[in-house]
C-alpha cells in the first residue's frame, strides 16, 4: 500500500465517523426534544424513548471517541510521513494543516464532554 493510498485509508474512515456523527447529533436533539415535549405534556417519559434516547446517547459517545482516535490516526501518520510538506502524499483536495486537526480534536473532546455531562443530568429525568 503505498501512503497516498494508506492516507486514503485514514481519511476514509475519519468521513465515516463524521458523517455518522452529524446523524447521531441530529437524532439527539430530536429525542431530547421528544423527552421535554413528554415532561411538558405527560409529566412522564415512555419507556420507548428512555431506551432510544440511552442508546442513541452511547452511540454518540462511542463515535465521538472513534472520530477523535482517526484524527489522532491522521496527525500520527502525517508526521511520520512528513504528509504536511509532502504534497505527493495527501492528495490536493484533502489538505489541512496539523493546527486544524488538533482544533478539531478539541472540539470533538469537548463534545464528548458536553454529551456526557448532559446525560449525567438528562437521567434524573429518565427516572420518571
Known amino acids: 500500500m503505498t501512503k497516498t493510498e494508506h492516507f486514503n485509508l485514514i481519511w476514509q474512515t475519519y468521513e465515516f465517523t463524521l458523517a455518522k456523527l452529524v446523524n447521531l447529533e441530529d437524532d439527539y436533539q430530536y429525542l431530547f426534544a421528544q423527552i421535554n415535549h413528554q415532561l411538558d405534556e405527560d409529566k412522564k417519559i415512555k419507556a420507548d424513548l428512555k431506551v432510544a434516547f ?3 446517547a452511547r452511540d454518540l459517545a462511542l463515535i465521538y471517541n472513534k472520530q477523535l482516535k482517526t484524527i489522532k490516526e491522521l496527525v500520527d501518520f502525517c508526521d511520520a510521513n512528513n504528509a504536511w510538506r509532502d504534497n505527493e502524499i495527501i492528495p490536493e483536495e484533502y489538505q489541512m494543516s496539523k493546527g486544524s486537526l488538533l482544533e478539531l480534536a478539541q472540539t470533538t473532546q469537548h463534545l464528548e464532554e458536553v454529551l456526557k455531562d ?11
Open 54 to 56: 440511552i442508546e442513541n
Open 118 to 128: 448532559s446525560m449525567e443530568s438528562v437521567e434524573s429525568l429518565l427516572d420518571y
